[in-house]
């Protein structure tokens, strides 16, 4: 029961709602959380056990970390450690154990054919990767005392089992949601037209754009050695689309979800492609991703003791440069491989977190000659062609990424990497190869509309031309126009029904 | 005050909004639903026969034929016309789910008040578990409501000038291919039997309400296909239709009387039947029917004169095309 | 505490320091600035700065900064 789906859509979120307005204020947020749950079973079923010990244990570890005395600093960290320890472990084993197992077996193999590590079937609970992060995150927050542990042992249940983040996040930070989701506010009628039209934006991204796209992604990156030059780029550059308007219109849905219950839940991307540089394009996708690693694994480290003596040998010994290059070298491999190995047991969401941790640190290290060609060619850097250079260089770093992201292995995504600087002519796009994947031209046009109409609102957006309170103040009959001109593209061209196939979610498998 | 007819003014709003919508999208349905009658080659396969039984005239269709691909590929129509002048009609889709079924029968029903519905049970075997099967509820619900749902992306096929041409004879398609089955016996008598769902019982129990509703009595029978059936599957379905207090022909039983030849008869190595062996399930199931149903004969009635040129059309193609069949069925090929 | 505003104008001359107020919201300081800020307060102010600390409100201004190290300076 994905959130694009027509069960979700017109079935178990008018119902939760509907309950949810006709219970008392201090019922609410029980139906909130009844809602989490019969939703995790309606997709993982008895899974649901993981769900609900995962908070028990979390709850209870927060209220030992804060019943230890403050000054027994060893023994609270000592707790904390064995936290994130299980529930890490618990992750670790059902997502990278047949990984472990098959990477095990090949080395076995050289050293002792015919000995193996029997590999499992292991099914997923949903969600997992992103409510351990949540619990973690909690966790560490208590052990900071930037919280006190809460008491309530439903109200961490409603923090880790918010039935419109389970299955894809956002990952929010228990002060971020936790007394919203509490308040049992009635659902109002602003909340209830800004939720559905939210939504409605989500569907048009999933079902217009990321859904036609899909077929194209599939048939050549499940055939790879059948294409070469400008398909391949072509395609790389179809899949990152996808995966942006599939993504951040279920999020879409999701946050339009939580609006609709009165729950600001935090933004997941800020308008991504507009990024000047690597770094920034990861400050506007996947944010709350990036946020939990930034406060619980690349803050922890550049404040730790490596991080100290090496500040203090680097004053003495090495240029300022260098001690920044050093500091950020030891502070983000950890952020990157976690990233990586967070998408799940692959080599290439390993490598695809190198990848960005090499871009990134080579950012850093060429600054100063970067500053200075700036200052020599007396570049002004916010002139608009070095902005679009920027922006054209940072798109080329995410299809190249994405690319390898999407492959199937390491292996093939560097075969199709290599493979477009084969035999790279344009006229490829027209020679009928495009109409091949199951998409006519009709679809590629609607596609391409439907790209430009995300990009407009993208615009509107970074500049800030229209916010919501302005929309109120456009006349009535063009605001209403837009609402029925959306839904009724997302009935028209959406690609649902006979003849198209439903998507899963891409996130929702991590 | 002023906050309180502010908030009713939004509501009012709002109501409007959505009332507004709700016109748009019956509006639509309307017009797309003229337009796929007048442009039927403009649909894709699965959809022609619920387009097709709403351009049929009022009232003139005594018996509806539903359930996935083994209903449309065994009883054919125009041939029953001309052995026993039941005016008949398939609403058959392929791989149709029993809640399509459902909402087939529904959209059909309002137009035509058929005096038998045969279901072919291969349908009732289609599990939609749980979440699933509420899902196809909900959207068969919406297209039936709202068929600008159903037929929504029609404006590539305009666009394009895209066309899907059949020849459609009341829902029926002559299919002339050949390969043969030679499994041998498959309905070997046993007490074992296969699960029918509750859901899918429930499902019976509403597509029976529905008919009674609309005075039609519901038979069902198994298409011969040695891929689909077996005495389990019997076993099942004769378990369900005396609960029910239905009529049920199992043709696999009866594929010797029906003089089935599965060498000439079956189109896909006894999965589905081609033309040939249509024919076949049609004469003896027509008989079947008027008999036990006392369907009328049509056939001098001024109002099915077209159901005449029709059936004299039907029968000229598939005489030429069974001749093709048994040609092909004979030679191994 | 004139030696703050040094040590910022060292990791970025281009602020003005007194006027602004959201350094971190407004992502003048990126979290790399602010870890060398962090390295220099350590050993300027003779302070402990855990990951904890490291949240908007306690890098946003000046005074924001100044608060925190006299908050740390008081518990040692």
């Known amino acids: ?510 | 005050m002023q906050d309180s007819s502010s908030r009713r003014k939004k509501i009012v709003r709002s109501v409007i909004f959505l009332a507004g919508l709700l016109g748009l999208l019956l509006w639509m349905s309307h017009q797309i639903t003229d337009f796929t009658k007048k442009n039927g080659d403009m649909i894709q396969g699965r959809n022609k026969s619920i387009v097709e039984i709403q351009k049929e005239p009022e009232n003139t269709i005594d018996v509806l034929v539903v359930g996935d691909s083994e209903s449309y590929t065994s009883v054919s129509p125009l041939e029953m016309w001309k052995n026993q002048g039941v005016a008949s009609f398939i609403c058959g889709q392929s791989g149709q789910k029993i809640q399509e079924t459902y909402y087939m029968l529904k959209t059909a029903l309002t137009h035509q008040s058929p005096k038998l519905v045969l279901l072919e049970t291969n349908v009732l075997f289609r599990n939609m578990k749980g979440v699933k099967g509420i899902q196809e509820e909900v959207i068969q619900k919406a297209d039936y409501y709202f068929p600008i749902f159903r037929f929504h992306d029609i404006w590539k096929n305009m666009l394009l000038g895209r066309k899907y041409t059949e020849e459609r004879y009341k829902g029926f398609t002559l299919r002339d291919m050949v390969q043969s089955y030679d499994g041998g016996q498959y309905m070997k008598e046993t007490t074992e039997k296969d699960q029918i769902t509750q859901d899918m019982e429930n499902y019976t129990d509403k597509i029976l309400e529905l008919c009674r509703e609309h005075n039609a009595r519901v038979m069902f029978y198994s298409a011969p296909s040695p891929l689909n059936y077996s005495y389990r599957k019997h076993n099942a379905i004769q378990e369900l239709a005396d609960k029910k207090q239905l009529l049920y022909l199992d043709l696999n039983l009866h594929t010797e009387e029906l003089s089935i030849d599965w060498k000439v008869d079956s189109m896909d190595k006894g999965d589905h039947l081609n033309l040939s062996g249509a024919n076949k399930v049609t004469q003896y199931l027509g008989a079947y029917i008027q008999k036990r149903y006392e369907l009328p004969d049509h056939r001098r009635e001024a109002a099915y004169q077209s159901w005449q040129k029709d059936a004299a059309s039907y029968v000229e193609k598939a005489q030429k095309r069974i001749m093709l069949i048994q040609d092909r069925g004979n030679s191994g090929k | 505490m004139s030696t703050l505003t040094d040590i910022l104008m060292e990791i970025d001359d281009s602020i003005n320091y007194e006027k602004e107020k959201a350094l971190i919201d407004d992502r003048l300081l990126d979290s790399f600035a602010v870890i060398s800020l962090i390295g220099e307060l350590e050993e300027t102010f003779e302070i402990q700065i855990e990951a904890s600390q490291i949240i908007p409100d306690n890098f946003n201004s000046v005074e924001a900064m100044e608060a925190m190290i006299r908050r740390l300076q008081g518990m040692d």
């Open chain 1, 1 to 510: 029961m994905a959130y694009h789906t027509s069960i979700y859509l017109f079935l178990f979120l008018p119902v939760v709602l509907l309950l949810y307005q006709i219970t008392p204020r201090k019922i609410r947020p029980f139906v909130l959380l009844a809602a989490g749950y019969v939703f995790f079973w309606i997709i993982s079923g008895e899974l649901v056990w993981y769900l609900i010990l995962t908070t028990l244990f979390t709850h209870y570890i927060a209220i030992w970390i804060e019943g230890t005395e403050v000054k027994n600093k060893k023994g609270r960290k000592r707790i904390l450690i064995f936290g994130i320890l299980v529930l890490l472990g618990v992750l670790g084993y059902l997502k990278y154990y047949n990984f472990f197992a098959q990477n095990v077996n090949r080395v076995l193999d050289q050293v002792h054919p015919g000995v193996a590590i029997t590999m499992k079937m292991i099914v997923l609970p949903i969600g997992i990767s992103f409510y351990t992060l949540q619990a973690i995150g909690y966790m560490v927050d208590v052990y900071w005392k930037k919280i006190p542990a809460e008491k309530n042992l439903a109200k961490v249940a409603l923090f880790l089992g918010f039935f419109p983040q389970i299955m894809e996040g956002p990952i929010s930070m228990y002060p971020q949601t936790s007394q919203q989701l509490w308040k049992g506010d009635p659902i109002t009628l602003e909340n209830l037209t800004g939720g559905s039209l939210r939504i409605i934006w989500g569907l048009f991204k999933k079902m217009i754009i990321a859904d036609r796209l899909y077929l194209v992604v599939q048939a050549v990156f499940e055939h790879y050695d059948k294409y070469n030059g400008v398909v391949i780029a072509a395609a790389a550059v179809a899949y990152t689309v996808q995966l942006y308007m599939e993504f951040s219109g279920c999020m879409d849905i999701v946050l339009g979800s939580g609006q609709i219950l009165g729950v600001t839940l935090p933004e997941n991307f800020r308008q991504p492609f507009a990024s000047r540089n690597a770094a920034e394009f990861w400050r506007r996708w996947h944010i709350t991703l990036g946020v939990w690693l930034k406060t619980y694994v690349f803050f922890p480290v550049s404040t730790s003791r490596i991080v100290k003596r090496w500040n203090h040998f680097g004053k003495t010994h090495l240029s300022k440069h260098m001690t920044k290059l050093g500091i950020s070298a030891i502070a983000l491999f950890p952020v990157w491989l976690g990233n990586g190995l967070w998408h799940g047991a692959r080599w290439s969401y390993l490598f695809y977190g190198m990848y960005y941790f090499t871009i990134l640190l080579l950012g850093i290290a060429v600054e100063p000659i970067r500053d200075q060609i700036l200052k020599v060619c007396r570049i002004n850097q916010d002139a608009v062609w070095w902005r679009m250079l920027q922006i054209g260089k940072t798109w080329m770093i995410i299809f190249t990424g994405e690319l390898f992201f999407r492959a199937n292995g390491l292996r093939a995504g560097y075969r199709m990497f290599r493979s477009i600087f084969e035999n790279f002519t344009l006229d490829k796009l027209w020679d009928g190869t495009f109409l091949s994947f199951g998409l006519d031209k009709a679809d590629y046009f609607i596609v391409f509309c439907g790209c430009l109409c995300v990009a407009i609102v993208g615009i509107i957006r970074e500049r800030s031309l229209l916010d919501t309170q302005q929309m109120q103040k456009v006349c009535l009959p063009v605001r209403w126009a837009v609402y029925y001109g959306l839904i009724i593209a997302v009935i028209l061209f959406g690609a649902y029904g006979v003849g198209y196939q439903q998507v899963d979610l891409i996130y929702a498998g991590f």
